[in-house]
T-cell receptor, first 118, second 108 residues
Framework: DVKVTQSSRYLVKRTGEKVFLECVQD?????MFWYRQDPGLGLRLIYF???????EKGDIPEGYSVSREKKERFSLILESASTNQTSMYLC?????????????????FGPGTRLTVL | EDKVVQSPLSLVVHEGDTVTLNCSYE??????LLWYKQEKKAPTFLFML????IEKKSGRLSSILDKKELFSILNITATQTGDSAVYLC????????FGTGTRLKVLA
């Protein structure tokens, strides 16, 4: 079974703090994704990575950055947390195609991190 | 602008009823449509559809895709209380656009 884990289930931070959300997958997947999920807005893609050190902006990248130094780990960074970043953050991974982005495999999700910024 | 629209937004049924959930999509790059079930935590994968007219089945759940009319349906027969969840669909290629989901509540 694919396993995607996220470092925290719940996190409370203060405005202006730097926040790191970690995601690890154990199935050698090439593609990894960070989403946020808000009521009435569904899942929105923040960033996507299709290989180590490769990243692509999603629909709402403002205020976020990402890091993928190892294939299994994809980190989401909030440089200076703000209250409008309070949300559920979901990480996902998919198999991908070696050397390219032409994959349409299903995505497997982690349990989510509920972040509250005060 | 790419979008995925699900209907209805919410649905309340009784155990044993059959439900049909709808998903329409307009995405620039389309290869497949995904269905997920989300209870209190992470979405769990149900189906991936890539070809029109071919029904996928898993127990009481089934789904079909119409690439000409740009929609998909998810059917659940003989509903049970354990089917209560938010059902999400997503359309795209390696990146997907998600709908906001249909919240299904099944009453005993």
């Amino acid at each position: 079974d694919v396993k995607v884990t996220q470092s925290s289930r719940y996190l409370v931070k203060r405005t202006g703090e730097k926040v790191f959300l970690e995601c690890v997958q154990d199935m050698d997947h090439e593609n990894m994704f960070w989403y946020r999920q808000d009521p009435g807005l569904g899942l929105r893609l923040i960033y996507f990575s299709y290989d180590v050190k490769m990243k692509e902006k999603g629909d709402i990248p403002e205020g976020y950055s990402v890091s993928r130094e190892k294939k299994e780990r994809f980190s989401l960074i909030l440089e200076s947390a703000s209250t409008n970043q309070t949300s559920m953050y979901l990480c996902a991974s998919s198999l991908g195609v070696a050397g390219g982005v032409g994959s349409y495999n299903e995505q497997f999700f982690g349990p989510g991190t509920r972040l509250t910024v005060l | 602008e790419d979008k995925v629209v699900q209907s209805p937004l919410s649905l309340v049924v009784h155990e044993g009823d059959t439900v049909t959930l709808n998903c329409s999509y307009e995405v620039t790059n389309f290869r497949s449509l995904l269905w997920y079930k989300q209870e209190k935590k992470a979405p769990t994968f149900l189906f991936m559809l890539t070809s029109s007219g071919i029904e996928k089945k898993s127990g009481r759940l089934s789904s079909i895709l119409d690439k000409k009319e740009l929609f998909s349906i998810l059917n659940i027969t003989a509903t049970q209380t354990g089917d209560s969840a938010v059902y999400l669909c997503a359309a795209g290629t390696y990146k997907y656009i998600f709908g906001t989901g249909t919240r299904l509540k099944v009453l005993a």
